[in-house]
């Protein structure tokens, strides 16, 4: 397991292996810093785990209930050799690491099983990230104390995407009148993102140009029913269910007046990461690590517990200077270099594999 002199190559498997622009980004920033990384889909096998028990890789895990989460037919069998495979690399001591995105999974299959599997996982891992000081607090109000755990926030993704073409340029591709003032919505349409919420309070609005954009795929098939319902009640409503290629979405965000990001649960967010990278203020609630990224001039955050709060923030971004606060939105991005996020990750690395060092 030791990793050799401070500057040396390590070595580390990642999973699961899922398509993500994060995981893209975490895998160059560690690669900068010397860091070989392998994506697998699954638990190693349990020949594997035997095989590797004495000289095992750093294991840095990411979505645990994605390496469970199967049909419902095999849903027990599944997470059944999950934990037991966690189990025999907790007993044999594999360097691991967890980030926990999420304090519990986005609409989990089996919540009880989510929480054996984490609180498992906190013991078992010898580092742990989080992305913002809440989510420090949330881990040791869930699990505890731990001696590994570090605050590595995401980066920006000023790396895959540049500032937007000019909003007139954005909204003729788009079809979009000049003269209309657009609230974007960018990413899965899932529950715990407010859309129901959204979409209740738009209509509400004063002024007949407001346009609201749902961009993205929408998570199942209750979702897609109401969206389909809600589109035929909501003239001012552009929903474009489908998965958004990367070279369309500078389009989407510059074309927009303003991103919204209603979530009713949340730690912490990549759209609103993207949004502020975009130069594009930011309506959210101020929950998780929302308020660490979103500085006051850069946005609108809001008091999820009051009845109006979400409704005066889009009114109030209707009113407001947005380019001032966009402008504002991108410099916050820039603080958060992927950079930063590979030596961190790098430095935690290395205080696993060589403890004391």
Not at 140 to 166: C, D, F, K, M, W
Not at 180 to 190: A, Q, T
């Amino acid at each position: 397991m030791d990793s050799g002199p401070t500057n040396s190559r390590i070595k580390c498997v990642h999973l699961p292996s899922v398509k993500n622009v994060y995981i893209d980004l975490l895998q160059q920033a560690l690669e900068d810093e010397n860091v070989e990384v392998e994506f697998h889909r699954q638990m190693p096998t349990f020949g594997e785990i035997i095989q590797q028990r004495k000289s095992p890789p750093l294991y840095h895990f990411h979505w645990l209930n994605i390496l469970y989460r199967q049909t419902a037919h095999t849903f027990a069998f599944h997470f059944l050799h999950f934990y037991i495979k966690l189990v025999m690399m907790k007993r044999w001591g594999f360097p691991i690491v967890w980030t926990m995105h999420n304090v519990w999974p986005h609409d989990p299959q089996r919540k009880y099983l989510a929480v054996w599997a984490q609180r498992l996982m906190a013991r078992a891992a010898k580092g742990i990230t989080v992305h913002c000081d809440c989510g420090r607090k949330r881990f040791e109000q869930t699990y505890g104390q731990h001696p590994g755990l570090r605050v590595i926030p995401p980066g920006n993704y000023a790396s895959i995407h540049a500032l937007p073409p000019s909003k007139q340029e954005c909204r003729k591709r788009l079809g979009i009148p000049d003269d209309s003032f657009v609230f974007l919505s960018f990413g899965f349409l899932r529950k715990y993102k407010g859309i129901q919420q959204l979409l209740d309070v738009f209509p509400t609005l004063p002024g007949e140009e407001n346009l609201l954009i749902l961009a993205g795929n929408a998570y199942d098939r209750s979702m897609r029913t109401y969206l389909g319902r809600k589109k035929a009640q909501i003239a001012n409503l552009r929903v474009d269910q489908r998965f958004i290629p990367e070279e369309e979405v500078p389009y989407y965000y510059g074309a927009a007046d303003v991103v919204v990001a209603p979530f009713t649960a949340i730690l912490n967010s990549a759209s609103v990461m993207m949004a502020m990278t975009m130069g594009k203020p930011v309506i959210a609630p101020a929950i998780g690590c929302i308020p660490e990224q979103v500085p006051a001039d850069a946005g609108f955050l809001y008091d999820p517990e009051t009845m109006d709060g979400l409704q005066k923030a889009m009114q109030q971004s209707m009113e407001s200077d947005l380019e001032m606060l966009g402008t504002n939105a991108r410099a916050a991005a820039e603080r958060f270099p992927w950079s930063e996020v590979g030596r961190a990750h790098r430095a935690l690395y290395q205080d696993i594999l060589n403890p004391g060092a």
